[in-house]
């Protein structure tokens, strides 16, 4: 009984000290959101003030000036003889502009978004080795045909017609290639449809001059898909067009034939009159 007395004292302590525990991590967590409560956060000068999850939101004030009371009209004073002019005297110095008044940053937290480097800079900063990555990549794709290469600010991309085949971007010396990998059979029910319906890119980090060799066979496949999909695009629209010519025969003749028939039925009477005048 001793034995089993003292292991269940234990357990019992174990539990209250877990639960002590747990009870305090729970009352600071809840102390330091209400402590950030009410806190101004700036992003970009603008100011937002920190709420409670399901408060209203509060505008956010920063040290607003004291504004000056609007100068109350006088009275027009009564006419008055014209007084003796006085000796010219030095106009008085125009008074300083008081210093504005400092903010009180106390409890504030700045942010700021990282401004973004043109891609020609961005390229520039790179070392040799990835450079020469970037080329590769580059020079693969443009190598395909019917293929164009354009360079702005944002990335360096290659297009097949007005598909992506790969485009280069450059964030934080990470070199990021994105890639598109469509789905022919998906493209084909979309445009059977009527869909306007768009597949996400994928973004491959290169790494390591190994991961060149995987992109490039990812572009063979990219292009071979994009040309498959052209060449479908073609053809529906050559068996469109000898559908539209079929068609415009057959009613072509279809009126020729009315025309025909209509033309037989008025010379038959006209026949058939010519002898009962002879009589």
Known sequence: MTEGLFIACIVIICVVAL???VWLIVTLVKSKREDDAGRIVIVDDNAYV?????????????????????????????????PEPAPAEEAPAAPEEEPAEPVDTEGMVMLRRNESVPYPEAYEALSPIERSCVDEIIEYAESKENSKKVINDKSAS?????????????????????????NNDFIAYTDKEGLNIKEKPIDVRVEAPETIEHIKNIIDITYNDFAEERARREEEKRAARREARRL??????????EAAAAGEGQTQPAEEEAPSAQE
């Open 50 to 82: 920190l709420v409670r999850v399901g408060e209203k939101p509060v505008p956010a004030q920063i040290a607003p000036r004291e504004e000056a009371p609007a100068e109350q009209p006088q009275e027009a004073p009564q006419e008055q003889p014209a």
């Open 19 to 21: 639960a002590l525990a």
């Open 158 to 182: 290659v297009y097949y017609g007005k598909k992506l085949l790969v485009r280069i971007l450059l964030r934080r010396g990470k070199i990021i290639a994105r890639l598109t990998v469509q």
């Open 248 to 257: 415009k025969r057959e009613a072509e003749k279809k009126a020729e034939e």
